[in-house]
């Protein structure tokens, strides 16, 4: 079974575009997006979990990888790299300009319906938590909309999604509201398994995915580093105090880069 939906998800998406609409948020352009060799350009792939605007703690473990891998670093960003954090505007100017892909994650959506609301009228000005978004430019918005739900890069078996992949369903299917939320599945041997973002039932979907093609994901703190077969959860918690965590995905086994929070941002 494993192998079956495991050669789903490494075909190249078709229609890309067509895909449900999670509450009124517009899909981005591309919406599973495929990396070939020709764009790794011999780099060492670095997979970075929730920075949350944590840039300082992000510039650090940077430092840290060019050190280690002599410059020649391909970062892609496991999603919820803005909100929460300390420095939200300037970390989404860091990591544009290190070139790096990014996935998108619960927070960017977040984003995204806050901006849409306020450009529709429906809001009278950003609300508390995203009082940050004033600095914002429309190009800014224009970048984060961009961010694909899914990074596949075929040639080394690996994808890259904020929360969550459905086993049972191919890359197509999978529900954009579970690719930025899901946590756990509920009911694993029934004929009909849920994805939940709870994590008090079910078993972590991580554990049960099958591979062979290894998923890196975020949005699970509460778990910090989860490493299974095919699954390396990079939430480490940053902006709860935890740390900032990075995986080689070029070196088989799971190499991790850390950096430890200058401070406890926000409660859990
Ligand atoms: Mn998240």
Known sequence: MGAVLSSLLI???????????????PPPKCVHMTLGEEDLRNKTIIIVGDVHGCLEELQELIRLTEVKYDDKCLYIFVGDIINKGPKNVETLHFIQKLGAYVVRG????????????????????????????????????????????????????????????SAWKNINSQKPKHMVTMRN??????????????????????????????????HDAKRRLQVYPYATGLDTGCV?????????????GTVIVSVPARCNYKEY
């Open 240 to 252: 709860y105090g935890g740390s900032l965590s990075a995986v080689n995905a070029s070196l088989p």
């Open 185 to 218: 599945i509920v009911g694993i041997d029934n004929i009909d398994p849920l994805e939940s973002e709870e994590t008090d039932r079910g078993v972590p979907w991580a554990s049960v995915w099958p591979g062979p093609q290894h998923v890196y994901f975020g």
């Open 11 to 25: 075909a190249v998406p078709q229609n890309p575009c067509k895909i449900a609409k999670y509450k009124d948020m």
């Open 106 to 165: 619960n927070h960017e959506e977040r984003v995204i319906k806050e901006w849409n609301d306020l450009k529709s009228g429906r809001l009278p000005t950003f609300t508390m938590n995203y009082s940050w978004m004033e600095e914002l430019s429309e190009s800014d918005m224009n970048y984060i909309m961009a961010f694909p739900y899914t990074i596949t890069i075929p040639s080394r078996s690996i994808t890259v999604v904020h929360a969550g992949l």
